[in-house]
């Protein structure tokens, strides 16, 4: 417990006044303490615009959605990273609506709004690669002016645990974690020579070559997948119009929802099944794992669900948290080598295969969990990622508010026995996408110890 003096509580500096026990623990007096003994400057005077936040466009207005640029809220913001997988895209009708947030490449962006410390304070670099893009209001846009400071260098700072810690102390706690633009620009950030920040930037520059490696190998297997199942570049023809006997709709299928006999369908199954190798249905290809498992409230668990997972098929991070503390949605307990796919439609592209560092962890009760024998992990990723059986995913999905497939439907989408040799050479380009992608993840955690270290001196 600390003690302070009423006439303590204003800063004269900052011009607030806080009454708030958060903003003067320990963890905090110590950060600041540190970056006393260096020359510092208040991150609102190293930038060429002020920190500002997006907004979301009217979610009523179809107009405004489904173009091509992302649109990035609170869970694709993760350390040092942007997940790819964006549940919405913007038209260039809504990015318009959201002019003062364009975001450019070297703008950084952290999350200023969330449920718990752990998610208010990510920040991340914006890539080239990444564009076009926008954010939402939960997201604070930091653009540096380059001749003040080196943006890469500024990102990787806000990412040590001085630099998160600072963003901390000005937030406030209320229903929610908060941040606004204003407090963004008060953190205290120290001014090493340009050489250091350099070096920085340099290491960033690496990593962003290494995780684009990365992401080509990935998309190599994927070819080699579909052009091996002839589905490479394969367009069902869109037809408006199927019409279909009742013994072969409803008296078969017992569904009455048009969506279910598009003809895209039946020519994706179609496809599946003349393969030469042949196919099985997910309920003889594969173990499902679905039974129950119950927390013990006193031991602490990794948890993974929807927005833990990359578009490259990788889990990103997992929360920590305590048995009686979970959500009763965590009652999955997956292994290493398990694939994990989405039955959430919107969501269905979100698979993944278990690594050795989520082995015994939770996943949530969204994720159908399988092991097969008959086709390796790093192919059945593929298989459920793929074109083909998405849309048979999709197809499966049934539901009002939530709209999700079902046990039955799932496990009875085909999949094609894919040749042995294939899914051997699927498997190394996955492991070695892998591979890659923890080297780049190491290269930034290298910059990030660099930054701590300079600043502990």
């Given at each position: 417990m600390r003690v302070l003096q009423y006439s303590s509580l204003k800063n004269e500096i900052d011009k607030t006044f806080r009454l708030d026990a958060e903003h003067y623990r320990k963890k905090y007096q110590i950060s600041i303490s540190k970056l006393s003994n260096l020359t510092t400057k208040r991150l609102g005077s190293l930038l060429s615009i002020p920190v500002c936040t997006g907004h979301t466009p009217s979610m009523q207005n179809d107009s405004f959605y489904g173009g091509s640029v992302k649109f990035i809220k609170t869970d694709n913001v993760r350390e040092n990273k942007i997940t790819d997988f964006f549940t919405d895209y913007l038209s260039d009708k809504g990015a318009s609506k959201l002019k003062k947030s364009n975001l450019i490449s070297g703008d950084v962006i952290t999350t200023i709004i969330g449920a718990t410390y752990d998610i208010v304070g990510r920040t991340a670099m914006v890539t080239n690669e990444l564009l076009p893009a926008n954010i939402?209001?939960?997201?604070?846009?930091?653009?540096?002016?380059?001749n003040k400071i080196n943006p890469y260098f500024l990102n990787c700072y806000l990412n040590t645990y001085i630099g998160r810690a600072m963003l901390h102390y000005h937030s406030r706690q209320t229903e929610q974690v908060n941040l606004n633009c204003r407090e963004v620009e008060r953190v205290l950030v120290p001014i090493f020579n340009n050489e250091f920040q350099k070096s920085i930037e340099e290491l960033y520059k690496k990593s962003e070559k290494i995780i684009l490696d990365s992401k080509i190998t990935y998309q190599t297997a994927q070819n080699l997948l579909l052009e091996h199942l002839g589905?490479?570049?394969?367009?069902?023809?869109?037809?408006?119009?199927?019409?279909?006997?009742?013994?072969?709709?409803?008296?078969?299928?017992?569904?009455l929802d048009a969506e279910f006999y598009q003809e895209k369908y039946e020519d994706y199954l179609k496809k599946i099944q003349s393969y030469p190798y042949g196919c099985e249905p997910i309920r003889t290809v594969c173990k499902l794992k679905d039974a129950n498992y119950t927390p013990k409230d006193n031991q602490t668990y990794q948890y993974i669900e929807l927005?833990?997972?990359?578009?490259?098929?990788?889990?990103?991070?997992?929360?920590?948290?305590?048995g009686c503390n979970l959500p009763s949605r965590a009652r999955r307990k997956v292994s290493k080598n398990d694939v994990i796919v989405s039955s959430i439609e919107g969501s269905l592209a979100s698979c993944a295969i278990v690594s050795e560092q989520?082995?015994?962890?939770?996943?949530?009760?969204?994720?159908?969990?399988?092991?097969?024998?008959?086709?390796n992990s790093e192919t059945l990723l593929m298989l459920f990622k793929s074109e083909p059986i998405q849309q048979l995913l999709k197809q499966g999905c049934s539901g009002t508010i939530l709209t999700a497939i079902n046990k039955d439907e799932f496990l009875n989408i085909p999949l094609p026995l894919v040749d042995a040799n294939i899914q051997t050479q699927i498997a190394d380009l996955i492991r070695q996408s892998d591979r890659l992608r923890q080297e780049s993840q190491a290269l930034l955690e290298e910059a990030k110890r660099k930054v701590e270290q300079a600043i502990e001196g």
């Open positions: 939402n209001q939960n997201i604070a846009l930091i653009r540096c002016n380059s589905l490479k570049g394969f367009n069902p023809p869109v037809k408006k119009v199927n019409i279909k006997s009742f013994s072969d709709s409803f008296g078969t299928s017992s569904r927005s833990n997972i990359g578009n490259s098929g990788d889990i990103t991070g997992a929360s920590l948290d305590s989520y082995h015994q962890a939770l996943c949530s009760t969204g994720f159908y969990v399988v092991s097969s024998k008959k086709i």
